[in-house]
């Protein structure tokens, strides 16, 4: 069974605030209702026949004109209505030139300031009320001089309304303009900041395949140096670790020169290729001599056209990565490096064993295995990294990633 909700009283209505008058049009009422006042107490009028022929008849549309001038940007549909029953019934009186005058300004308002659908009524109703008046004159005194009264109520109405229309589209035209070149500025700050972040990231894969495999063979030789009591061990470790540096040193060298003259004219930078993998894989035996690890390369691929430098480069860090992960992390063996070429991407697959591994270790941040992810994610490949069991019994650590090959750029090769 269900209640019915208790009904909660509801809160008063909260009253609008009134319109708070602009500055400088409270200044206009002013000035206007001043002039107006300055004609009448000189007697200069705008009609001749009247209905109320008091003197002072003309001050009261004066001073509803003048309030509805302060009102001019503040509630332009409320200065519109007062002006026009004001300018309407200014014509019943003696006539002040003010209160007309001021009636042409608060039509101007009402477009600039109004509402767009007021903005676009305004200028059709007054072209409809002037030629209402031409045509109701024409017919009523059937003279030119009802043409002269149609010229005049469209130069009070119709012709502040139009100018007020081409105000109000040229100020809306600007405001889109300046919106357009905010966003335009916003949109070019978030793309160099994304080509920066971009930039970064790849200076980050770079400096980390590249040091890297330096770094870790130097921490691993030298660990061996400090425990090993063998002088035919120390100096083969060394050794190892003197190639390394010198060969990390150069590296970051031409790192250094690439980011130093990246705006200026000089000649393109050897970019690493497939076509060193003979000596990296010798480098990391090398390397990986005192850890019983053996490297072994099968590249299966085919002759035909080349693979795109993108390709290329990301497949020689990849395979420059998991070489070096090995030297860090594999059991004694053998680390097999394949390369296949088939069904339109190159497949690259690194093999290690698995397994406790003996002697000293370098540690490890996981930030190869991320930059593998991202340059295989950049080409639109696939890369799968992990512990599978190998074909004769045991568990291996492979890598392997397969990038896609465009044939638009293998036909351009």
Not at 85 to 92: E, S, T, Y
Not at 114 to 132: F, K, N
Not at 193 to 218: K, P, T, W, Y
Request: proline content about 6%; charged content about 20%; aromatic content about 4%.
């Amino acid at each position: 069974m269900t209640h019915p909700r208790p009904s909660l009283p509801r809160p008063p209505l909260s009253r609008r605030p009134l319109p708070r008058p602009h500055r400088h049009d409270v200044l206009i009422a002013c000035a206007g209702f001043s002039v107006g006042v300055l004609l009448w107490s000189y007697g200069l009028y705008t009609t001749g026949d009247r209905v109320f022929d008091q003197r002072w008849a003309a001050l009261v549309p004066l001073a509803v004109m003048s309030g509805a001038e302060a009102l001019r940007r503040a509630a332009p549909r409320t200065a519109l209505v007062l002006g026009t029953l004001a300018v309407v019934a200014d014509q019943f009186t003696d006539g002040n030139l003010a209160t007309v005058l001021m009636f042409t300004d608060v039509v101007y308002a009402a477009v600039v300031y109004g509402t767009p659908a007021q903005a676009r009524r305004i200028p059709y109703t007054t072209a409809l009320v002037t030629v209402a008046a031409t045509v109701g004159f024409l017919i009523w005194w059937q003279n030119a001089i009802a043409l002269l009264v149609g010229v005049i109520t469209g130069m009070v109405s119709f012709l502040p309304a139009v100018t007020g229309s081409i105000v109000r589209n040229h100020r809306e035209a600007a405001e889109a303009a300046r919106l357009r070149a905010e966003q335009i500025a916003l949109l070019s700050e978030m793309d160099r900041a994304q080509a920066v972040a971009a930039e970064r990231a790849r200076m980050a894969r770079e400096l980390h395949d590249v040091v890297a495999n330096h770094l870790s063979a130097i921490a691993i030789h030298s660990t061996a140096a400090l425990s090993l009591d063998d002088p035919g061990t120390t100096r083969q470790a060394l050794t190892v670790i003197r190639e390394n540096s010198v060969a990390g040193l150069a590296e970051m060298r031409r790192l250094i020169g690439l980011l130093r003259d990246s705006g200026a004219e000089t000649a393109p930078a050897a970019t690493a290729s497939l076509a060193g993998l003979d000596a990296l894989v010798a480098q990391a035996g090398t390397n990986g001599a005192a850890s019983g690890l053996r490297f072994t390369l099968d590249d299966a691929r085919q002759d035909g056209p080349g693979l795109p430098a993108p390709v290329e480069l990301a497949a020689y860090r990849i395979v420059q990565e998991a070489l070096t992960n090995a030297l860090k992390h594999a059991a004694p063996g053998e680390v097999r490096v394949a390369l296949a070429r088939a069904d339109g991407a190159l497949r690259v697959t690194v093999t290690s064993p698995y397994g406790e591994r003996p002697g000293p270790r370098a540690p490890g941040s996981g930030a190869g295995l991320v930059g593998m992810r991202e340059r295989v994610a950049l080409l639109g490949g696939e890369l799968a990294a992990g512990p599978v069991s190998a074909d004769g019994g045991g568990r291996v650590w492979r890598v392997r990633a397969e990038l896609p090959v465009d044939a638009s750029e293998e036909e351009r090769a």
